[in-house]
């Protein structure tokens, strides 16, 4: 009966087919998501509910091993509550620079300002995308919205010759989160509150190139 034959094969065909679709779908890959609350870790969380803290304790510190000029010569970059409306930071290539607060271990400094380096903010896959690109201590992660007058970041910390960074989440050493805001007309930063290494917090300016 060749008509019964053939209505097999076409069964089996279909069939084939079906997996076939049902494999493609399992393979295709997810949306990222968009809102950091989806991606940060644990710690990180916690990190930032104690952002206030970290800044005080860093500018106590600062300010009790002498360095209350400095600290005031930076006007509003180290003031906690300084942000101001449109946090967002332009796409383009900036000079940035780290200043530290508040040791974490005795025979570090209390108060150290790194000169000027070059990051650069470009949209990398559908998000806002910070990279400082010399130095052998370099932030790499994503900007996402939030809230109020601020943004969140999400990276990780590149160190040395590495070429390429960690994603976001897979070494808990190398994480970073931080507050995202703008302090002046063309001056942002990214407060880093209890970071791994060294000190409290980081201050971490960004000034627009040109």
Known sequence: MPHVRIGLAGALLLTVAACGSKSIDREAPRPRPSDWRQIVTAPDRDRLAR???AWIAGL????AAGNAAQVAAQ?????PDAALDGPLPPQGDYSCRVIKMGAQTKGL?????????NCRISMLDGRLHLAKLNGSQ???????PDE???????????LGDETRPLPYGRDGERDMVGIVERVASQR??????YPRWESTIDI???IPKG
């Open 204 to 206: 971490f300016e960004l």
């Open 138 to 144: 370099r932030p790499v992660g994503d900007i996402f």
């Open 148 to 158: 109020g007058r601020r943004m969140i970041f999400l990276g990780a910390m590149m």
């Open 75 to 79: 006007g509003a970059l180290l003031k």
């Open 60 to 63: 106590d510190k600062a300010t």
């Open 51 to 53: 952002w206030r803290a």
């Open 109 to 117: 400094m209390d108060y150290v300002a790194y000169p000027y380096f």
């Open 188 to 193: 942002w930063r990214i407060a880093f509150p």
